[in-house]
């Protein structure tokens, strides 16, 4: 072996070691989850749901103003419905008035509109105008709370109970980071008309100007929500929502020592989250990813595709590993009705499973004549002896 072999197959070798250092690193691209100093916190994808960093998430905890996210959420899906209007004028009661902590300074006896009592309970966190609006769509608070928990139910919360509308400290009165961020989703995607309403830095009512608690309005324009809370009971926490690129984060920190650790921390989350990963879209809703045969119906294909976009969250740069199959079911037959599930689109990284989706009929498929069924049955009854 020459001397020149030996020098070529020495540097081919650190060359080869170079590569799979190289490959290595690629893989450790994501660093792990910051630190934060909070009793529990999450970073969550809005459009998927998926929990990109979390802590304690399930746990149930005081939630002390994060409560009113609730309160608004019912008021604003009374009056998506019609049942209520912001013009509405509400009369607020004595135990409105006397109702302690952050008050939007409502008086006893007058008439407020619903629509102010909104923003109090938004933007200035009032305690008072939570009581008013509680009493005025329920007949009374604990009326309200139980209207309160029916939707926590159907918006799959279920690590909350409310017991009042405001957050004030009641034994069993608890809600967790995930059930909140579930919340915030639902806020800011059931009602995106009256969502700009949670970036709104100042509020003024009987000439009282106050400020929106949440600190990250003023820090990072891609911030646009949603609410701050405490007690001595739930420390200082914060659910915080941004958009950047096309990506939307949900952010919940529980517990934290004071203000400005409830923005840090959450800070923190957001960036983290954003930095690494992103949402990809992999196919649009109802539109044909497929056909199949059909036996037995008036028409012999049939277009298959999803009922909703099926989008994911993935690790930046990774996008080109996804794969994704069609599971279709080997025998459909008619009658068929539009979005029926026939199969699954199963997506994976690397190996990995990411989501799984129905895959359905696009379309409805009557059943065919008698003759034509008849002739299908016969195929079906050699095809499986043959299968």
């Excluded at 009661?93 to 102010?116: H, Y």
């Excluded at 009165?173 to 709104?200: C, T």
């Excluded at 954003?274 to 990813?289: A, E, P, S």
């Amino acid at each position: 072996m020459t001397m020149f072999t030996k020098v070529s197959k020495y540097f081919s070798f650190i060359f080869l070691a170079l590569l799979t250092f190289q490959a290595s690193a690629v893989t450790r691209l994501i660093p792990a989850e910051p630190q934060i100093a909070a009793t529990a916190y999450l970073v969550m994808d809005a459009d998927t749901g998926k929990l990109i960093a979390s802590k304690n998430e399930d746990k149930p905890f005081a939630p002390a103003s994060l409560t009113k996210m609730m309160t608004a959420y019912i008021l604003e899906y009374e009056l998506a419905k019609g049942n209520i209007s912001e013009e509405d004028l509400v009369l607020v009661s004595e135990k409105a008035w006397r109702t302690q902590g952050s008050r939007m300074f409502i008086r006893e006896g007058t008439q407020v509109k619903l629509g102010d009592l909104l923003r109090g309970i938004v933007i200035q966190s009032g305690n008072d105008a939570s009581v008013a609006a509680a009493e005025h769509i329920a007949g009374s608070e604990a009326a309200f709370a139980d209207l309160m928990n029916q939707h926590a139910m159907l918006l799959g919360m279920k690590n909350t109970h409310f017991n009042n509308a405001t957050g004030l400290p009641s034994e069993g009165h608890v809600s967790s980071a995930h059930d909140l961020a579930i919340l915030a989703k639902a806020i800011i995607q059931d009602f995106p008309d009256r969502y700009g309403m949670y970036s709104e830095k100042y509020f003024t009512y009987n000439k009282i100007r106050q400020p929106n608690r949440n600190k990250l309005l003023w820090r990072d324009k891609t911030v646009d929500g949603l609410k701050t809370g405490y007690t001595d009971a739930a420390g200082y926490c914060l659910v915080a929502s941004a958009k950047r690129d096309g990506m939307r984060l949900i952010s919940v920190v529980l517990g934290t020592d004071n203000e400005e650790a409830r923005a840090r921390e959450s800070q923190k989350l957001l960036s983290y989250a954003f930095r690494y990963y992103r949402t990809h879209k992999l196919y649009d809703g109802n539109v044909m990813l497929n056909t199949a045969k059909v036996w037995s119906g008036e028409q012999d294909q049939l277009r298959l595709g999803i009922n909703q976009a099926l989008v994911v969250t993935i690790p930046r740069g990774q996008a080109d590993k996804l794969q994704a199959t069609m599971d279709i079911d080997r025998v459909i037959q008619a009658p068929i009705s539009a979005g029926q599930e026939l199969g699954k689109v199963r997506v994976t990284l690397d190996g990995q499973p990411v989501s799984e989706v129905p895959l359905v009929a696009l379309e409805a498929v009557p059943e065919a004549g008698l003759l034509k069924r008849i002739w299908h049955a016969i195929m079906l009854f050699f095809t499986s002896l043959i299968g």
